[in-house]
């Protein structure tokens, strides 16, 4: 016979108490590291969530800008073209005057 090679009573390699103490703290260990680790992938998820949101956001406001830019853009061509059909108008407006006042005359 062999002395146990945890606590050093007679018995072959390992006491069931050996056993079961060292199973006990295996498995404590375990439960530990599982809670961890869900511990961990929960702040990682909602780090993530957050992450998702921002760059939602971000995305939305590139978005507005890009809408912005070409309404403004819109809004240019249409003043440019009124201003240009209110210089034709004060020509025709003035064309008229001459000729009103030529046959008056």
Known sequence: RMDCWGCRTASARFCAACVQQAT??????????????RRL???MAEGLDER???LAQAEARLSHAR????????????????DQQAV????????????????SR
Do not use: D
Request: charged share 30%; glycine share 2%; proline share 0%.
């Open 67 to 82: 809408t912005v830019a070409k309404l403004a853009a819109e809004l240019a061509t249409v003043r440019r073209e009124a």
């Open 52 to 54: 998702a949101r921002a």
């Open 88 to 103: 034709i108008v004060n020509e025709l407006r003035h064309s008229v005057r001459r000729a009103s006042s030529r046959f």
């Open 24 to 37: 006990a703290e295996r498995q404590r260990g375990i439960t530990e590291f599982a809670a961890e680790n």
């Open 41 to 43: 992938v929960s702040i």
